[in-house]
């Protein structure tokens, strides 16, 4: 091999090593790429049921419309029914009338794709007055909200649950029942002697008595025998109470 040909095959195998070096250099100094940050359900829906009021305390029904037509967390069909349907005496976002002070929220559920978050006034540690019930749906890292119900103060949409029943709280049950629980005990297709078992949590929401505010249920306040529509998810240990109304 001729000097000419050994110094071109140094100089070649010399640049393939720089340009190797060159290569892994700039791939070790690339940017980590991160995952995009889903804010939850809860927090998506709050913040707008609390800019939405802050639009109503604060300014007129244009801005209010303006507020809807601009907002990129509902879906269409849901802000041509709430422009219609929004009037000075019916707020069709909060489900309530005057506007309360200062308004929560809890999730009533949240799945990867899916979730309902319940908007209520807030008045202290448990009041609630007339819910909202937000229904959203997730799509490419983002929320979005393509329903609103109003529970109307008195009872939660029919629709939302599993179990919706009325009857009469018992705790001295037979077996297989677990004495000492308390029950709803109610007709079903025209026959009577139903049971089931309620299961509460700080989810639950209790009304005690005609146009009473909406409290966290407290299984101590509620006697046996008082008549009452239950509303929740049916599971197999018994009844998940979202919603309880004395009537």
């Known amino acids: 091999m001729t000097d ?3 110094i071109l095959l140094f100089s070649l195998l010399v640049l393939v090593l720089l340009l190797s070096i060159a290569g892994i250099y700039q791939y070790t100094q690339q940017p980590e790429v991160k995952a995009p940050k889903v804010t939850s359900a809860i927090d998506q829906a709050l913040d707008f049921a609390q800019n ?29 029914r709430l422009t219609a349907t929004y009037t000075s005496d019916f707020d069709p976002i909060l489900c309530t009338n005057p506007l309360p002070e200062r308004i ?18 807030r008045d202290g540690e448990d009041f609630m007055a007339k819910p909202a019930i937000f229904k959203m749906t997730r799509s490419e890292n983002r929320w979005t909200i393509f329903d609103i119900l109003c529970s109307q103060g008195e009872t939660a949409p029919t629709e939302e649950f599993s179990f919706n029943q ?14 000492g629980v308390l ?3 109610f007709e079903q297709d025209g026959k009577a002697g139903y049971v089931a078992p309620l299961q509460f949590s700080d989810l639950s929401a209790c009304q005690l008595s005609e146009n009473a505010p909406w409290e966290t249920c407290d299984p ?9 529509t239950v509303q929740g998810q049916m599971l197999e240990s018994g009844v998940s109470v979202q919603f309880l109304t004395v009537r």
Do not use: C
């Not at 809807?68 to 849901?78: C, V």
């Not at 794709?113 to 319940?118: H, K, P, Q, T």
């Open 4 to 6: 000419m040909k050994k």
């Open 52 to 80: 939405w009021h802050d639009v109503r305390v604060n300014n007129s029904s244009d801005a209010s419309n303006n507020f809807l037509a601009a907002s990129e967390l509902l879906t269409d069909g849901l802000k041509a």
């Open 104 to 121: 929560a929220a809890k999730v009533i559920y949240e799945q990867s794709d899916e979730a309902e978050v319940m908007i209520f006034a």
């Open 166 to 179: 009325s009857g009469q709280l018992l705790r001295n049950v037979p077996s297989p029942y677990q004495n």
């Open 183 to 185: 029950h709803i005990v």
């Open 220 to 228: 101590q306040k509620l006697m046996d025998t008082t008549f009452v």
